[in-house]
Nanobody, 124 residues
Framework: QVQLIESGGGLVQAGDSLRLSCVAS????????MAWFRQAPGKEREFVSG????????EYADSVKGRFRISRDIPKNAAYLQLNNVKADDAAVYYC?????????????????WGQGTQVTVSS
């Protein structure tokens, strides 16, 4: 089993930056991909970004390309999501997810491990 704990959410003004963190414990060495999803009220949970733990390969949703950056720290079993130039549409609960496969997949049901989520609120 893998446990994921997110942190770093909060209130941010439109145009500002925020950094989310996710730390894995348990069988963290089995993780192939760590990813970030988000879910706004009344909407489906959507893929934001993913990173392959082994070589740092990344994927981004079109809506965040050029603004968000995902990174990982292998010794810390951590993944980070840097949110830059935040927009009102970025407001959501952000979830960290992990899977053992090396493929960065976008459907949420491909990820067996999830954190509790961290809220990002954007003020204009």
């Amino acid at each position: 089993q893998v446990q994921l704990i997110e942190s770093g959410g909060g209130l941010v003004q439109a145009g500002d930056s925020l950094r989310l963190s996710c730390v894995a414990s348990g069988r963290a060495l089995n993780i192939g991909v760590m990813a970030w999803f988000r879910q706004a009220p009344g909407k489906e949970r959507e893929f934001v970004s993913g990173i392959r733990r082994r070589d740092g390969t990344t994927e981004y949703a079109d809506s965040v390309k050029g603004r968000f950056r995902i990174s990982r720290d292998i010794p810390k079993n951590a993944a980070y999501l840097q949110l830059n130039n935040v927009k009102a549409d970025d407001a959501a609960v952000y979830y960290c997810a992990a899977r053992e496969s090396l493929i960065i997949s976008t459907p949420p049901d491909q990820y067996p491990y999830w954190g509790q989520g961290t809220q990002v609120t954007v003020s204009s």
